[in-house]
């Protein structure tokens, strides 16, 4: 992973804890297309976080504890 990426992820992530948001809300903010965000979320899940789709369509990460 380059730089710019590792830190679009950790953005991300802080964007994901703080409220449930939609897919085209990500994608505005990180700068990036649909498919790279649910990239990102899949990464979230691989390594332990627990990925949430709301009724509304969105998303949220939590630990899994």
Excluded: C, W
Excluded at 30 to 35: A, D, F, K, N, Y
């Amino acid at each position: 992973m380059n730089q710019h990426r590792i830190i679009r992820v950790i953005k991300l992530m802080r964007l994901l804890q703080d409220k449930p948001r939609t897919i085209q809300s990500m994608t505005r903010y990180l700068q990036v297309s649909e498919r790279t965000v649910y990239r990102y979320l899949k990464a979230y899940e691989s390594i332990g976080f627990q990925v949430n789709k709301t009724k509304y369509n969105k998303y949220t990460i939590q630990d899994k504890i």
